[in-house]
C-alpha cells in the first residue's frame, strides 16, 4: 500500500478487468487470507482473480504499472497458497 496508484490507471479497463477494483479486491482478499480462512465462494473468487492477472500483466505497457500490478500478483498468489495450506 505504500506505492502510489499508477497514474492514468483510474476508470481504465484490461482484458474486461476495472484496474481499481483488481486493485482494491487484491488488497481485500489478502487481508481477508491473513485474518481468517476463506469461505469456498470466497476462495474461488480468489482463484478467479489469481486468474485474471494472468490476462491483464501481459497488456500493461507502462513500466510503472507492471512493477505495482505485478506486486498485487504476487500478493494475491500468496494469499491463495497461504489459503490452500489452511485446508490441509
Known amino acids: 500500500m505504500a506505492r502510489s496508484f499508477p497514474r492514468g490507471f483510474r476508470g481504465l479497463d484490461i482484458e474486461g478487468w476495472d484496474m481499481v477494483m ?18 469456498e465462494q470466497a476462495h474461488a473468487r480468489l ?5 485474471a492477472f494472468g490476462k ?11 512493477k505495482y500490478y ?4 504476487n500478493m494475491v498468489v500468496l494469499s491463495a497458497e497461504i489459503e490452500s495450506q489452511r485446508k490441509k
Open 22 to 39: 483488481l486493485d482494491s479486491d487484491a488488497y481485500a482478499y489478502a487481508a481477508c487470507v491473513h485474518e481468517d480462512l476463506l469461505s
Open 47 to 51: 482463484t478467479r482473480l489469481t486468474s
Open 56 to 66: 491483464v500483466l501481459p497488456a500493461i505497457d507502462d513500466e510503472y504499472a507492471a
Open 70 to 73: 505485478t506486486h498485487l500478483h
